[in-house]
């Protein structure tokens, strides 16, 4: 079994920045990518960004390129994903997922969530 536990969300303005965080504890030698996805009200949870364990491969879904950065940290086994130049359209729960491998993007390949933390992006 591996936990996750995101922090770092809160109440923002456009234009501003969130850095998110995503503790993983237990079996972590499973984990070897881990992703974030976001939900907003009504709408279907979404691929936000992903990374394999090396770092070497990232992925991010076009809305949020050249703002968000999405990083590791094996050590401590945590993930990051830097928010910069938040917009409204950002606001919705932010979960953390976890994977032994396959496809950054899919939800399938995660097998591992956490219970996410919100994000609102006032105008």
């Known amino acids: 079994q591996v936990q996750l536990a995101e922090s770092g969300g809160g109440l923002v303005q456009a234009g501003d920045s969130l850095r998110l965080s995503c503790a993983a504890n237990?079996?972590?030698?499973?984990?070897?990518?881990m992703g974030w996805f976001r939900q907003a009200p009504g709408k279907e949870r979404e691929f936000v960004a992903g990374?394999?364990?090396?770092?070497?491969?990232?992925d991010y879904t076009d809305s949020v390129k050249g703002r968000f950065t999405i990083s590791r940290d094996n050590g401590p086994n945590t993930m990051y994903l830097q928010m910069n130049s938040l917009k409204p359209e950002d606001t919705a729960v932010y979960y953390c997922?976890?994977?032994?491998?396959?496809?950054?993007?899919?939800?399938?390949?995660?097998?591992?969530w956490g219970r996410g933390t919100q994000v609102t992006v006032s105008a």
């Open positions: 990374i394999t364990r090396s770092g070497t491969t990232t």
């Open positions: 237990g079996r972590t030698s499973y984990v070897n990518v």
């Open positions: 997922a976890a994977g032994a491998g396959g496809p950054l993007r899919a939800r399938t390949t995660y097998d591992y």
